[in-house]
């Protein structure tokens, strides 16, 4: 199974949204790492500065020995979700090879931009979410309603609640 960060998003989200999406497949998301991976393929070994684009969201600058990443948000309601999603593409890059990863996150909207570090205790925590994801997708049901107020506003609000 490829985790995505799309995945390791909606992980810090809502549980129960990422049953939905593992079990009702979306190939175009999910073919995002696949992406990734040729990505690398094509460019780590290049000495030319290369931009890529993954899912419309995540920039990430190819630069001579290393890369930097670029994940713009327009708020900062579920930052959190998003700094995990960004340390996820970090940790995936560099176990595929790509060392000397630089991300941020850009609010242009805010006019602010954020640094994001991946520590040595993150990779643990991602393996161990890697983990978590696989044992959500095989949940017979989903997890709890999680009664929040941004449900009204999930894409799975009319599955929750009515
Ligand atoms: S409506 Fe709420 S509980 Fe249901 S999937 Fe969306 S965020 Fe999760």
Redesign the pocket.
């Known amino acids: 199974m490829n985790i995505t960060g799309l995945m390791v998003y909606y992980y810090f989200?809502?549980q129960?949204?990422l049953w939905?999406f593992l079990t009702q497949i979306n190939m175009e998301q999910n073919s995002e790492l696949v992406s990734i991976g040729k990505i690398i393929d094509e460019t780590t070994y290049s000495r030319e500065k290369k931009r890529i684009l993954i899912d419309n969201t995540v920039n990430i600058d190819f630069i001579e020995n290393g890369a930097v990443l670029h994940e713009v948000k327009k708020t900062k309601s579920i930052e959190e979700a998003g700094i995990w999603q960004v340390k996820y593409y970090m940790y995936y890059l560099e176990e595929h090879g790509v060392k000397n990863i630089m991300a941020e996150i850009n609010y242009p909207l805010l006019r602010q931009t954020k640094q994001i570090f991946l520590e040595e205790e993150d990779k643990e925590v991602l393996k161990r979410i890697e983990e978590n994801i696989i044992e959500i997708s095989n949940l017979d049901k989903p997890p709890e309603?999680?009664n929040?107020k941004?449900?009204k506003k999930?894409a799975?609000?009319d599955l929750?609640?009515v």
């Open positions: 989200i809502c129960r949204k939905y309603v999680l929040a941004f449900c999930c799975y609000f929750c609640y």
